[in-house]
T-cell receptor, first 112, second 112 residues
Framework: DTAVSQTPKYLVTQMGNDKSIKCEQNLGHDTMYWYKQDSKKFLKIMFSYNNKELIINETVPNRFSPKSPDKAHLNLHINSLELGDSAVYFC???????????FGQGTRLTVV | GNSVTQMEGPVTLSEEAFLTINCTYTATGYPSLFWYVQYPGEGLQLLLKATKADDKGSNKGFEATYRKETTSFHLEKGSVQVSDSAVYFC???????????FGSGTQLTVLP
């Protein structure tokens, strides 16, 4: 039973398209995150939600919009995809904001 | 603010060699410290953690000791295997933090 699951694992799409990545956790955690990992493996936090409330909203283009319908789900919608959006996107969750995080397997987004 | 500095990679070792990956930190307050491992094509997994000074975290033959006097949490393994090839991330959080702070990651390659 996967603790943090995100779909799809791979996403190849054309520039200008709109796409979504879904994330679900079954750990009963209060906090969920989206991270972006670049080709050098550097991790950058994008968003976090705590109990469905947006807590962290880092400097990302407003083409990226998170949505948390409930504590167990945090989806990421991306409008008007650009080549530079190509990366691996990770969803994660933690019991509280200041505890260790558990990661999904990642979504490799390729924009062509 | 909080920050984590990891030794730069990549690191290449022969099987059965001794591994050290250095990690130092700055933090406001008393941090909890973590090592995560990312195998190729996968998400980050928590490898070990330590929550107070002089604690030693250990898992799968890896160890790290929380050294408050040197603000360090170096990862060690006595005899690496090819299957240990991965990217290793040092991370921390504090009581007032809203997220984990990650280092830049260290790529380890173990050759047979």
């Amino acid at each position: 039973d996967t603790a943090v699951s995100q779909t799809p694992k791979y996403l190849v799409t054309q520039m200008g398209n709109d796409k979504s990545i879904k994330c679900e956790q079954n750990l009963g955690h209060d906090t969920m995150y989206w991270y972006k990992q670049d080709s050098k493996k550097f991790l950058k936090i994008m968003f976090s939600y705590n109990n469905k409330e947006l807590i962290i909203n880092e400097t990302v283009p407003n083409r990226f919009s998170p949505k948390s319908p409930d504590k167990a789900h945090l989806n990421l919608h991306i409008n008007s995809l650009e080549l530079g959006d190509s990366a691996v996107y990770f969803c994660a969750s933690s019991l509280r904001m200041n505890t260790e995080a558990f990661f999904g397997q990642g979504t490799r987004l390729t924009v062509v | 603010g909080n920050s984590v500095t990891q030794m730069e990679g990549p690191v290449t070792l022969s099987e059965e060699a001794f591994l050290t990956i250095n990690c130092t930190y700055t933090a406001t307050g008393y941090p909890s410290l973590f090592w995560y491992v990312q195998y190729p094509g996968e998400g980050l997994q928590l490898l070990l953690k330590a929550t107070k000074a002089d604690d030693k975290g250990s898992n799968k033959g890896f160890e790290a000791t929380y050294r408050k006097e040197t603000t360090s949490f170096h990862l060690e393994k006595g005899s690496v295997q090819v299957s240990d090839s991965a990217v290793y991330f040092c991370a921390l959080t504090t009581g007032s933090a809203r997220q984990l702070t990650f280092g830049s990651g260290t790529q380890l390659t173990v050759l047979p």
